[in-house]
């Protein structure tokens, strides 16, 4: 059973406006959220993370809320940039630390100019 | 500073043949892990070792042995690769620190036929 749920495959969006990618997750477990974004042929990079006592955290363009009630998160990034093209990954630590991270199966987004 | 390093990039192999994956963080971080990743699916953890001289089990561990050699290095083993494992294996590290993040290697693709 999927603990982590991207239920977008693929995203498209033009240049400029905002992306909104969305991730929801059933273990209430889950204390400390993470996107992760990776281009084709490399390994995936940290984008911007979120500790569940907070409901939002930005970070330049990029900015995650997490509803706990609700056990959703989304990431937003304003605006839109070509370099923004690649598959994004939310994921979920349940507090282990060291114990690995639960990560949804990707988000492809694509930029159109 | 090259981060996290894996060896190979690609290989193939027979059903039965063995390999040793290896990888290598320079960050001086005490965790380390090895996820593997197949099409339209995200990241699922195989093995990870929270310090040196200890190792755990995943979310897929069967098929796979670790070895953490030392502080700097996490080796995966295929004992009898088998078609099932052909995938993208990617090796990550990590500090205890409040944001979880993991730093990714670039991955070894793997196929067996």
């Known amino acids: 059973d999927q603990q982590v749920k991207q239920n977008s495959p693929s995203l498209s969006v033009q240049e400029g406006r905002i992306s909104i990618l969305n991730c929801d997750y059933t273990?209430?477990?889950?204390?400390?959220f993470l996107w992760y974004k990776k281009y084709p042929a490399e390994g995936p990079t940290f984008l911007i993370s979120?500790?569940?006592?907070?409901d939002k955290n930005e970070d330049g363009r990029f900015t995650v809320f997490l509803n706990k009630s609700a056990k959703h998160l989304s990431l937003h990034i304003v605006p839109s940039q070509p370099g923004d093209s690649a598959v994004y990954f939310c994921?979920?630590?349940?507090?282990?630390?060291?114990?690995?991270?639960?990560f949804g199966k990707g988000t492809h987004l694509i930029i159109q100019p | 500073n090259a981060g996290v390093t894996q060896t190979p990039k690609f290989q193939v192999l027979k059903t039965g043949q063995s390999m040793t994956l290896q990888c290598a963080q320079d960050?001086?971080?005490?965790?380390m892990y090895w996820y593997r990743q197949d099409p339209g699916m995200g990241l699922r953890l195989i093995y990870y070792?929270?310090?040196?001289?200890?190792?755990d089990k995943g979310e897929v561990p069967n098929g796979y042995n670790v070895s953490r050699l030392n502080k700097r290095e996490f080796s995966l083993r295929l004992e009898s690769a088998a078609p099932s494992q052909t995938s993208v294996y990617f090796c990550?590290?990590?500090?205890?620190?409040?944001?979880?993040?993991?730093?990714f290697g670039p991955g070894t693709r793997l196929t067996v036929t």
């Open positions: 994921a979920a630590s349940d507090g282990g630390g060291a114990d690995g991270l639960t």
């Open positions: 070792s929270a310090s040196e001289g200890t190792t």
């Open positions: 273990n209430s477990m889950f204390d400390y």
């Open positions: 960050m001086n971080h005490n965790s």
């Open positions: 979120i500790s569940s006592i907070k």
């Open positions: 990550a590290s990590s500090e205890f620190t409040a944001s979880y993040e993991q730093y």
